[in-house]
């Protein structure tokens, strides 16, 4: 799904993660980033299930129901949802 930063007009492509049945989508760009191992998921036999987001070495962890994020670099982070509303908007 595409979004607009409110900040500088820029597109990013998001989806907010559920980790569940209820998943609304699943973009290919976040598979592929689970096939190559830069995005993992942990603790998968608990409720602390989280995604670990590895940008070069700059790991980040998304919660479940937080915003999942691809910048115009392919660059992939969690937003918590109130600040990724505040930060972008549908486009």
Do not use: C
Request: charged letters at 25%.
């Amino acid at each position: 799904m595409k979004f607009i930063a409110r900040s500088d007009g820029s597109t990013i492509d998001a989806f907010q993660w559920t980790a569940g049945g209820n998943q609304a989508e699943e973009p290919g760009w976040i598979l592929a980033k689970l096939r190559s191992g830069q995005v993992r998921i942990v603790d998968s036999q608990t409720a602390l299930l989280k995604m670990e987001i590895d940008n070069g070495g700059v790991v980040r962890i998304a919660e479940i129901d937080d915003w999942i994020v691809r910048d115009r670099d392919g660059n992939v982070f969690p937003f918590r949802p109130a600040v990724f509303g505040k930060h972008y908007r549908r486009a």
